[in-house]
């Protein structure tokens, strides 16, 4: 399985672009880059799922280059709310199990 | 989305004692569900995957007998945490993927041991 590397943690402020970039050097030919935020004593909950150039959702975009050794998660306007603990994890298709790295610590503050 | 509901959401039990912890996969079937604990301040870590109809894939260093793990149908896994020890005291979280391979997480469970 890919190891992931991400900042330990972040700090934003209210209204400002977040982009959190993860490497993945050994990412595997089928596997997907996916993205997870995670709040306090909760479940970690999916934000966005790529393979290769950018994807966007009402949530987020997503930045894979084309040699796909890294990928970039972009929060757009962040508020109070989006603090939480993000993780990206590659991911390949069948019920593969997920490999939690350390995750990136997003605070943001007013 | 899918949903995947955990219960007890937080449960506090005397050391020596076992506790279950539920697992359901509200909308779709799940035949893997997979089983984390996590610690304050870290990250999830994988205890095992949870098989129906046959018996779970523990990962290294996690005791078979002591996190004993049942997928009862296709709905529903169970994690029981036999003879508990405050050290086992975590956040207990599950996870089932739909039938597109999507991983939906339950809410988790608080397990403190006394």
């Known amino acids: 399985l890919a190891k992931t590397t991400q900042p330990i943690s972040m700090d934003s402020y209210e209204g400002q672009e977040v982009n959190i970039t993860c490497s993945h050097n050994?990412?595997?030919?089928?596997?997907?880059i996916t993205w997870y935020q995670q709040f306090p004593s909760q479940g970690p909950r999916f934000i966005i799922q790529g393979y290769k150039t950018k994807v966007t959702n009402e949530v987020a975009s997503l930045f894979i280059p084309a040699d796909r050794k890294s990928s970039t998660l972009s929060l757009p306007r962040v508020s109070l709310s989006d603090t939480a603990v993000y993780y990206c994890?590659?991911?390949?298709?069948?019920?593969?199990?997920?490999?939690f790295g350390a995750g990136t610590r997003l605070a943001v503050h007013p | 989305g899918a949903v995947v509901s955990q219960h007890p959401s937080r449960v506090i039990c005397k050391s020596g004692t076992s506790v279950k912890i539920e697992c359901r996969s509200l909308d779709f079937q799940a035949t893997t569900m997979f089983w984390y604990r996590q610690f304050p301040k870290q990250s999830l870590m994988l205890m095992a995957t949870s098989n129906e109809g046959s018996k779970a894939t523990y990962e290294q260093g996690v005791e078979k007998d002591k996190f004993l793990i049942n997928h009862a149908s296709l709905t529903l896994s169970t994690l029981t945490v036999t003879s508990a020890h405050p050290e086992d005291s975590s956040f207990y979280i599950c996870?089932?993927?739909?039938?597109?391979?999507?991983?939906?997480f339950g809410p988790g469970t608080r397990l403190t041991v006394l």
């Open positions: 050994n990412i595997a030919t089928n596997d997907y």
């Open positions: 994890l590659p991911a390949g298709s069948g019920y593969n199990k997920l490999i």
């Open positions: 996870s089932a993927p739909d039938l597109y391979n999507e991983q939906f």
